[in-house]
């Protein structure tokens, strides 16, 4: 079972009590934005075999957004972080390069 830390609240969450929203760090396409630039956005998504990036909702504890790196390959969880950043934080971006050795 996946177990994803919130660094919001600080509780261990297991998968059921977590939402998935997809890949995370995406630039945003909207109103305004050229067709394939928009279902770029919408359609088109990283798959990767390895460390990935993902945005998580603690839906059945604070209700916050959060990112984490995992390995989709081991299910190994790297870390954990805030939603409210651009990159992962430099312990686990360490943490990502050695996985991916």
């Not at 067709?35 to 998504?45: I, K, N, P, Q, T």
């Not at 504890?61 to 954990?80: I, Q, Y």
Request: hydrophobic share 40%.
């Amino acid at each position: 079972m996946l177990i994803l830390r919130c660094p919001v609240c600080g509780v261990d969450a297991c998968e059921t009590e977590l939402a998935p929203g997809g890949e995370a760090h995406l630039e945003r396409f909207g109103p305004g934005s050229s067709d394939e630039a928009f279902e770029g956005y919408l359609f088109v998504r990283a798959n990767p075999k390895g460390v990935h990036l993902e945005r998580w909702r603690h839906a059945m504890g604070c209700g916050k957004w959060f990112l984490a790196a995992r390995d989709t390959a081991t299910m190994e969880v790297l870390g954990t972080y805030g939603a409210q950043t651009e990159a992962p934080p430099a312990d686990i971006q360490s943490k990502i390069e050695e996985a991916s050795r």
